[in-house]
């Protein structure tokens, strides 16, 4: 059975850093790829990150790109999104989303999700 | 960059059948994903690869793309069927989600 659990999020101001981690489990955790997906309060759902299987290829919104880093390690079937330079509009719960495939592309979707993680910047 | 445009509600009696469109540019020949999301769980996926149901999703689900629009259909309306919608595409290497469309169970 699959599992995966997010956690890391907190209360921060702007400007602050955070990484959240996403532990998997009850699969081959380096066949896929895994995503970060936000929802900020009461509104829909936005992709921010995905990164592939082995790790060598990684894809970012252009709302977070250059502040956001994803990565993984495999050895630990866990990974993790750093990110920078937080603002008010990075408010939301964080999932944590299985690919269908490695790595991520047109035919991919999200199969599995955590129950995500909460962030909140505010001043 | 790429968008994917749903309408904000669809109401549907029990019994009856809802339909929910995802507009985009081109949108047929991408491969949409439809999720439900109800209050405070997290997404399930429906439909993959634009028709395709998961293990466990009911047959009432469907689902079909065409030149710029996909269409989630769902056939005897339940009550548990009222929740959030959410169509999802690829796109010059990201994903894209519509806004969400809420389905509501009269």
């Known amino acids: 059975e699959v599992h995966i659990l997010e956690s890391g999020g907190d209360l921060l101001q702007p400007g602050g850093s955070l990484r959240l981690s996403c532990a998997a489990s009850?699969?081959?955790?380096?066949?896929?790829?895994i995503n970060w997906v936000r929802q900020a309060p009461g509104k829909g759902l936005q992709w921010v990150a995905g990164?592939?299987?082995?790790?060598?290829?990684?894809h970012y919104a252009d709302s977070v790109k250059g502040r956001f880093t994803i990565s993984r390690d495999n050895s630990k079937n866990t990974v993790f999104l750093q990110m920078s330079s937080l603002r008010v509009d990075d408010t939301g719960i964080y999932y944590c989303a299985k690919d269908f495939i490695s790595p991520m592309s047109e035919t991919g979707y999200f199969d599995y999700w955590g129950q995500g993680t909460p962030v909140t910047v505010s001043s | 960059s790429y968008e994917v445009t749903q309408p904000p509600s669809v109401s549907a009696s029990p019994g009856q059948t809802a339909s929910i469109t995802c507009s985009g540019d081109k949108l047929g020949s991408k491969f949409v994903s439809w999720y439900q999301q109800k209050p405070g769980q997290s997404p399930v996926v429906v439909i993959y690869?634009?028709?395709k149901r998961p293990s466990g999703i009911p047959e009432r689900f469907s689902a079909f793309s065409s030149e710029n629009t996909a269409t989630l259909t769902i056939s005897g309306t339940q009550a548990m069927d009222e929740a959030d919608y959410y169509c999802q595409a690829w796109d010059s290497n990201t994903y894209v989600f519509g806004r969400g469309t809420k389905v509501t169970v009269l």
């Open positions: 990164i592939s299987g082995s790790g060598g290829m990684r």
């Open positions: 690869q634009d028709s």
């Open positions: 009850g699969f081959t955790f380096g066949n896929y790829a």
